[in-house]
Structures are given as C-alpha cells and as structure tokens.
T-cell receptor, first 112, second 113 residues
Framework: QQQVKQSPQSLIVQKGGISIINCAYE??????FPWYQQFPGKGPALLIA?????SEKKEGRFTISFNKSAKQFSLHIMDSQPGDSATYFC???????????FGKGTSLLVTP | GAVVSQHPSWVICKSGTSVKIECRSL??????MFWYRQFPKQSLMLMAT?????????EQGVEKDKFLINHASLTLSTLTVTSAHPEDSSFYIC?????????FGPGTRLLVL
C-alpha cells in the first residue's frame, strides 16, 4: 500500500523553467516531509524537508509548498538546469529520522 | 559531514551463495540504520530498521532468516543475503540517522546468477 502518492511519473522541462512535482498522503500522523534527489546508480541525497507547522520552505532554487488541510506537498525547482536531471522522491514519516515512506519517484529531464 | 558508505558497491554471485553488504557511518555514530531495496526505476522499499545492540525490526513480507541484519557497533550495520537467488538481484541502499535526518549510502548493486 503506497502511503505517499507522487506525480507526475516523468517530467520534461526546458532550461530555466520551473519544475513542479506533487505528492499527497493520507496518514495524518506524518509530520516530516523530505525530498530526495537520486542520480542513476547512486543513493538518494536529501534536498530539502518541511514540517507541517509551516506552509513553505525555500532553500536556493528549491521550494517546498505544504498544504496541511489537503494533505499535499510539492517541490518547485526554479530556474531548472540540465544538472537537475535526476529522479526525485518525496517521502513522509511519523517523526523525522524514522522510517521513511517514499513516493514512486519522478524522473526529471531538463533540456538545454 | 554525515557521510555513509557501503561496501561493496556491486557484487555478482552464484545462486545459493550468501552475500554480505556493509553500511558504515563515517563521521558520526548512528544508533539506528535502515535498509532499503530498490528495483530498477522504482521507489525505495524499507526492508528493516536496524538498532545498535538489538534485533532488527523487519517490515511485513521481508524474510528475516533470508536477510540477516547485524548492527554490531554505532558505525556499522551489515545485511547478509543468505542463499541468494536471481530474484534477490536488486539495488540495496542503507541509511543512517543523525539527529533527525536520514543520510543514505551510495547503494550496493547485487546480481545473482
């Protein structure tokens, strides 16, 4: 049972554009929502994370928007670059540092 | 900081043999480590939670006698795939918890012939 649903499965964005990936969850006990970036053959790397007490968090070109009432959160990548081409996973857990429930991933391709 | 390593990075073995994968936190101590499995172009599925000095907690459907986990120290957890079969071929990734963040290793690709 997929506890975190992620869309789209794949995404193509032109260089300089905005990449948007969405996730939804059902379990209201989740209180930690990280995003990970994974390159082929590598482990995931933490990009940015948010807790439900804030609606938005920004770190450089990466922004998480969080809607607690809708149980949805999204990742926005501003000024997307070819080097951002990777698979992005959203995740959720009942407490940060505990077992993560991952979305199915979004394969992002940023074209030159 | 917060670097997690895995060894080996890839391994090929014959069906029926056992394979051990090591996960180390290089610059921090981790009382809790996690083991995930990832099939090609799919998400990470949690296999088990490994706590230093105690028995691992396995997720439903994961055979604990097949996937042996030992967390013998605060910087090392091992996953042993016993009597490996071709269906065990996958990408195995560990993570270690530092304060409130999980840091992932680079993964180990296992191919069972």
């Amino acid at each position: 049972q997929q506890q975190v649903k992620q869309s789209p499965q794949s995404l193509i964005v032109q260089k300089g554009g905005i990449s948007i990936i969405n996730c939804a969850y059902e379990n209201t006990a989740f209180d930690y929502f990280p995003w990970y970036q994974q390159f082929p053959g590598k482990g995931p790397a933490l990009l940015i994370a948010i807790r439900p007490d804030v609606s938005e968090k920004k770190e450089g070109r990466f922004t998480i928007s969080f809607n607690k009432s809708a149980k949805q959160f999204s990742l926005h990548i501003m000024d997307s670059q070819p080097g951002d081409s990777a698979t992005y996973f959203c995740a959720a857990s009942k407490n940060s540092g505990y077992a993560l429930n991952f979305g199915k991933g979004t394969s992002l391709l940023v074209t030159p | 900081g917060a670097v997690v390593s895995q060894h080996p990075s890839w391994v090929i073995c014959k069906s029926g043999t056992s394979v051990k994968i090591e996960c180390r936190s290089l610059d921090f101590q981790a009382t809790t480590m996690f083991w995930y499995r990832q099939f090609p172009k799919q998400s990470l599925m949690l296999m088990a939670t490994s706590n230093e000095g105690s028995k691992a907690t396995y997720e439903q459907g994961v055979e604990k006698d097949k996937f042996l986990i030992n967390h013998a120290s605060l910087t090392l957890s091992t996953l042993t795939v016993t009597s490996a079969h071709p269906e065990d071929s996958s990408f195995y990734i560990c993570s270690a918890r530092l304060r409130q963040t999980q840091y992932f290793g680079p993964g180990t690709r296992l191919l069972v012939l």
